[in-house]
């Protein structure tokens, strides 16, 4: 009888004790309630977005004006509301990182900067240095810098369902050391390409040439001046660095450049300034440049979705258009308008936008010209053609495409179990099927990139303030529910693009499902509906209170 009744008692403590355990895992406060990985456009974005809303709570926790008003013993134990982590020494992202002449967008400024801060430069397609400019003010006006720790690189993210939380494995690159990190939320905003190295294929005997190789993403210290250069690639880095290297009032200038292409890409000249902003608001104009601003850039949302559908819709006249718009470029030159003819559709791979015919001028001088060709291997002095031509080079810049790279090479598990994002769908192309309390951030193909990205933003912050509102702790997108089952489809979050470089990751990129909210549109329209206004449950997301 008294072995039954301690018996009863040690289980009676065990239980306790696992109960006080539990407990006292779920009452420790983590490191920041969103962490968010990389300081690029997006990275910023979502940080300007939490900081717009800091006077509310998220997970229900107070404020940081609430914190304020605790005692100092209070607020140590209280969690930092987000960081953010990048593995680069400066933030800007991509315009951090590539530094090639000429390197500039090819989507127009006014869709390209966030909808809270206008850019009011007149540049459409604006220069690398001016976007990493306008990323670092924006960051400073809102107070974002202090947040981030630079040279700081996540290497590991690990979920506890348990303790309901992230625990990030992070490297600081300047000490040396491994560390952890706690959080609630993770939002991945590293873009989608590997900053460390880009995609190059190995040609037949490379290592014979003389001259030097480079690749755009490692532009540092080449010398082109009164050399000849062979760009490979045919994609919008390539038609960039044409026009600049022949620049004739640039710091440096190429001999003769070629660009050596595999197969045509699409192109299409637009102006190099849009004045509209200051006559829209100017003297006699009842609107002030931010209304103006929001004019214009609906004005271009339009025309970029407008332009986007006419091609899906009819391809043929939407390819003669292009055609014709070439030869108009081209003409009184020697150049064959096939350069620019590809076989495929337009927007099955993206069109290249080049500023005031830049890249067509150039081509109309002596300094440039373009070859389509196959390259059948290097030489001490160059590159041989299948078709027997040879190109002399003293410099080859391998314009080839990039490596993709998911969370910044960072591995996710879940309560142990490694996770393959290559492998999961995508939710409203904002979270990752089975994947809790993360958010992993793509912009658009078709369009502005952060179009898309401030969308996604504007999402995650409706999901938290949600989520806050009816005490949730963990959100998880499902493929399952009592209306049906979301079926894995081949077509990446990238959606049907059918460049190079999508092509050769369609196992690292999170797939489409067959059904809505699964499929990805890529029509800002229809997602500015369904990211900012349509309600936050749904039958495919499943909320959990604490264990």
Same mark, same amino acid.
């Not at 008692?9 to 239980?15: C, D, L, N, P, S």
């Not at 996770?419 to 999961?424: A, F, S």
């Given at each position: 009888?008294?072995?039954?009744?301690?018996?009863?008692?040690?289980?009676?403590?065990?239980?306790?004790?696992?109960?006080?355990?539990?407990?006292?895992?779920?009452?420790?406060?983590?490191?920041?309630?969103?962490?968010?990985?990389?300081?690029?456009?997006?990275?910023?974005?979502?940080?300007?977005?939490?900081?717009?809303?800091?006077?509310?709570?998220?997970?229900?926790?107070?404020?940081?004006?609430?914190?304020?008003?605790?005692?100092?013993?209070?607020?140590?134990?209280?969690?930092?509301?987000?960081?953010?982590?990048?593995?680069?020494?400066?933030?800007?992202?991509?315009?951090?990182?590539?530094?090639?002449?000429?390197?500039?967008?090819?989507?127009?400024?006014?869709?390209?900067?966030?909808?809270?801060?206008?850019?009011?430069?007149?540049?459409?397609?604006?220069?690398?240095?001016?976007?990493?400019?306008?990323?670092?003010?924006?960051?400073?006006?809102?107070?974002?810098?202090?947040?981030?720790?630079?040279?700081?690189?996540?290497?590991?993210?690990? @979920?506890?369902?348990?303790?309901?939380?992230?625990?990030?494995?992070?490297?600081?690159?300047?000490?040396?050391?491994?560390?952890?990190?706690?959080?609630?939320?993770?939002?991945?905003?590293?873009?989608?390409?590997?900053?460390?190295?880009?995609?190059?294929?190995?040609?037949?005997?490379?290592?014979?040439?003389?001259?030097?190789?480079?690749?755009?993403?490692?532009?540092?210290?080449?010398?082109?001046?009164?050399?000849?250069?062979?760009?490979?690639?045919?994609?919008?880095?390539?038609?960039?660095?044409?026009?600049?290297?022949?620049?004739?009032?640039?710091?440096?200038?190429?001999?003769?450049?070629?660009?050596?292409?595999?197969?045509?890409?699409?192109?299409?000249?637009?102006?190099?300034?849009?004045?509209?902003?200051? @006559?829209?608001?100017?003297?006699?104009?009842?609107?002030?440049?931010?209304?103006?601003?929001?004019?214009?850039?609906?004005?271009?949302?339009?025309?970029?979705?407008?332009?986007?559908?006419?091609?899906?819709?009819?391809?043929?006249?939407?390819?003669?258009?292009?055609?014709?718009?070439?030869?108009?470029?081209?003409?009184?030159?020697?150049?064959?308008?096939?350069?620019?003819?590809?076989?495929?559709?337009?927007?099955?791979?993206?069109?290249?936008?080049?500023?005031?015919?830049?890249?067509?001028?150039?081509?109309?001088?002596?300094?440039?010209?373009?070859?389509?060709?196959?390259?059948?291997?290097?030489?001490?002095?160059?590159?041989?053609?299948?078709?027997?031509?040879?190109?002399?080079?003293?410099?080859?810049?391998?314009?080839?495409?990039?490596?993709?790279?998911?969370?910044?090479?960072?591995?996710?598990?879940?309560?142990?179990?490694?996770?393959?994002?290559?492998?999961?769908?995508?939710?409203?192309?904002?979270?990752?099927?089975?994947?809790?309390?993360?958010?992993?951030?793509?912009?658009?193909?078709?369009?502005?990139?952060?179009?898309?990205?401030?969308?996604?933003?504007?999402?995650?912050?409706?999901?938290?303030?949600?989520?806050?509102?009816?005490?949730?702790?963990?959100?998880?997108?499902?493929?399952?529910?009592?209306?049906?089952?979301?079926?894995?489809?081949?077509?990446?979050?990238?959606?049907?693009?059918?460049?190079?470089?999508?092509?050769?990751?369609?196992?690292?990129?999170?797939?489409?499902?067959?059904?809505?909210? @699964?499929?990805?549109?890529?029509?800002?329209?229809?997602?500015?509906?369904?990211?900012?206004?349509?309600?936050?449950?749904?039958? @495919?997301?499943?909320?959990?209170?604490?264990?």
């Amino acid at each position: 009888m008294l072995d039954i009744i301690a018996a009863k008692q040690a289980a009676k403590r065990a239980v306790k004790r696992r109960f006080q355990s539990k407990k006292a895992r779920l009452d420790t406060p983590v490191d920041y309630e969103v962490l968010i990985i990389g300081a690029g456009i997006a990275g910023i974005g979502m940080a300007c977005r939490l900081q717009q809303q800091k006077h509310k709570g998220l997970f229900g926790h107070k404020s940081p004006n609430q914190c304020k008003r605790q005692t100092s013993k209070q607020q140590q134990k209280s969690s930092q509301r987000f960081a953010i982590l990048e593995k680069r020494a400066d933030l800007g992202g991509t315009w951090d990182l590539f530094t090639y002449p000429g390197i500039r967008s090819d989507s127009d400024a006014l869709t390209f900067g966030y909808s809270f801060r206008p850019w009011l430069n007149h540049r459409i397609l604006a220069k690398g240095g001016d976007i990493k400019r306008y990323i670092a003010d924006t960051a400073h006006e809102f107070g974002i810098t202090e947040h981030i720790r630079y040279q700081h690189e996540v290497q590991q993210l690990s @979920w506890s369902s348990s303790s309901q939380r992230w625990t990030a494995m992070v490297k600081n690159h300047v000490s040396g050391e491994v560390f952890t990190l706690t959080a609630k939320f993770v939002v991945g905003a590293t873009g989608y390409y590997d900053y460390e190295q880009g995609y190059k294929p190995h040609f037949d005997q490379e290592e014979t040439f003389e001259g030097r190789i480079v690749h755009p993403q490692h532009w540092y210290d080449v010398d082109y001046q009164d050399k000849k250069v062979v760009i490979i690639g045919s994609g919008a880095t390539a038609m960039t660095l044409l026009p600049a290297l022949v620049d004739e009032e640039a710091e440096q200038c190429a001999q003769h450049v070629t660009m050596l292409q595999r197969s045509p890409t699409y192109v299409a000249s637009v102006p190099g300034d849009d004045y509209a902003l200051d @006559w829209l608001s100017g003297k006699f104009s009842p609107l002030s440049k931010e209304q103006a601003y929001t004019v214009l850039r609906t004005r271009n949302v339009l025309i970029q979705q407008g332009t986007y559908r006419a091609a899906i819709v009819a391809p043929k006249f939407m390819k003669a258009l292009l055609k014709r718009g070439v030869k108009t470029e081209l003409k009184g030159s020697d150049v064959d308008v096939t350069h620019f003819v590809p076989d495929y559709n337009p927007w099955d791979q993206r069109i290249c936008a080049v500023p005031d015919s830049d890249l067509f001028k150039a081509l109309q001088g002596k300094r440039a010209a373009v070859v389509t060709d196959q390259i059948s291997h290097f030489t001490k002095t160059g590159i041989m053609l299948n078709s027997g031509k040879h190109l002399d080079a003293d410099v080859i810049v391998t314009a080839t495409g990039l490596k993709i790279q998911m969370l910044g090479g960072a591995k996710v598990y879940i309560d142990g179990q490694a996770v393959d994002i290559g492998t999961r769908m995508t939710y409203k192309a904002v979270m990752v099927e089975n994947v809790p309390n993360m958010a992993v951030l793509f912009g658009y193909t078709n369009a502005s990139w952060t179009l898309k990205i401030d969308l996604a933003c504007q999402y995650v912050m409706r999901l938290l303030g949600y989520m806050n509102k009816h005490g949730y702790q963990a959100v998880l997108a499902t493929a399952q529910s009592e209306h049906g089952t979301a079926h894995t489809q081949s077509e990446t979050v990238m959606g049907a693009l059918s460049s190079g470089y999508v092509n050769r990751a369609q196992h690292e990129l999170p797939k489409q499902g067959d059904i809505y909210p @699964w499929r990805v549109t890529n029509n800002y329209l229809s997602d500015r509906i369904v990211l900012k206004h349509r309600k936050i449950k749904d039958v @495919w997301l499943r909320f959990s209170r604490e264990l």
